[in-house]
């Protein structure tokens, strides 16, 4: 699948997802997720929602040392990748990807499939659809934890006939929110990363995930050269070599918004991404995003604007994003 065909192709890939999706059990303790790349960060925003809502999570590196949790996540969409692979806690394992003939579908314990089709080389479908999963699991377990039981395993339509899985948030409200997202006005944004010699990408707590993906899929795509960054930790020291070169990508209603008035300053260009009512000012495009009261399904829609980004920079330079330049022998298994 080409690259805007994985970004329009979300809507439809979400729904069909959810509608199949199997949810393991929990009994408690603390949850490990693991991935690289793209899984790391989709690890990265759902350890930081699912602590929000009282359950022990972490997100640890594929490439780091095992962790003994007492259930550990390896999140892969492809199944393929090697250090995933080579992650070998000693507790029980659950594989979460998007196919089931793949190793790591036969080297964990458990299988969450994601089932969201066909995906393009620059992950889109198979990324929004691991959000979702980890957003419906940390429902499901949440909503037993906070009661004191155990949660058995569950499906989609075995929760409650809808797409709540107990906090409320109906996931089956998601495409409608997406296809909202594919076509919010981006102004000047892609003209404004464009331009720069360096993209800055900053956020703070579940939407960590988007910088952290939006930076690697701006590099894979537009090819920018990107750095990311957690909001708090940005305003440290790392912010004090912008200058008019630079864009920051800020994605938050918080203190991101601050922020972007806060760079303006120093000549720098803003891709402000948000929910929030913002004053319009010279060098700032605002993208205004659709509410989602969920943390994980916000970051979905957070994801497809900058997606969007990525595809209208690579055509601006005539990119086709069809594939990697380096080879994969040595970071996919086959
Ligand atoms: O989720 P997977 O299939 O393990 O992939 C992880 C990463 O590997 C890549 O496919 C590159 O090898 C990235 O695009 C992706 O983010």
Redesign the pocket.
């Known amino acids: 699948m080409k690259f805007p065909e994985g970004i329009a192709a979300q809507p439809a890939a979400l729904a069909t997802s959810l509608g199949s999706l199997k949810l393991p059990s929990y009994e408690g303790g603390l949850i490990a997720l693991v ?7 989709a690890a990265q925003g759902a350890a930081s929602a699912w602590r929000s809502t009282g359950l022990p999570a972490v997100a640890i590196p ?1 490439s780091a040392p095992p962790l003994d949790a007492a259930v550990t996540l390896l ?7 090697a ?2 692979l080579a992650y070998k806690p000693s507790s029980r394992t659950i594989a979460l ?2 196919f089931p003939g793949s190793p ?1 579908a036969a080297a964990a314990d458990e299988l969450i499939l994601l089932n969201s089709g066909p995906d393009s ?3 889109t479908t ?2 929004t659809a ?1 959000l979702q999963a980890l957003g419906a699991l940390g429902d499901h377990w949440t909503a037993a934890a906070s009661a004191g039981v155990s949660a058995p395993a569950s499906t989609a339509a075995a929760s409650n006939g809808a797409g709540s899985f107990g906090s409320g948030f109906d996931w089956t409200s998601l495409p409608a929110l997406v296809s909202a997202a594919l076509v919010a006005p981006l102004g000047a944004a892609s003209a404004y990363l464009d331009e720069a010699r360096v993209v800055d990408v900053v956020a703070s707590g579940v939407s960590v995930a988007t910088a952290g ?1 939006g930076g ?1 899929l701006l590099r ?1 795509s537009g090819r920018l050269h990107t750095a990311v960054h957690e909001t708090r930790n940005y305003l440290h020291g790392p912010m004090e070599i912008l200058d008019q070169q630079t864009t920051c990508v800020l994605i938050g209603d918080g203190r991101e918004v601050q922020l972007a008035y806060d760079v303006l300053e120093y000549g720098t260009k803003v891709v402000l991404i948000t929910t929030a009512d913002v004053e319009p000012a010279d060098n700032l495009a605002v993208i205004k995003l659709p509410e989602a009261s969920n943390g994980l399904a916000r970051a979905v829609v957070e994801m497809v604007v900058v997606q969007r980004l990525g595809w209208e920079v690579a055509q601006r330079r005539g990119l086709k994003v069809d594939g ?1 330049r380096h080879r ?1 022998s040595d ?2 298994v086959s």
């Open positions: 991935g690289i790349g793209a899984s790391e960060y594929a999140i892969s969409e492809s199944g393929r990748s250090e995933v990807t998007n790591l080389p620059v992950y198979g990324y691991t993906e690697l894979e990697f994969q970071t996919k």
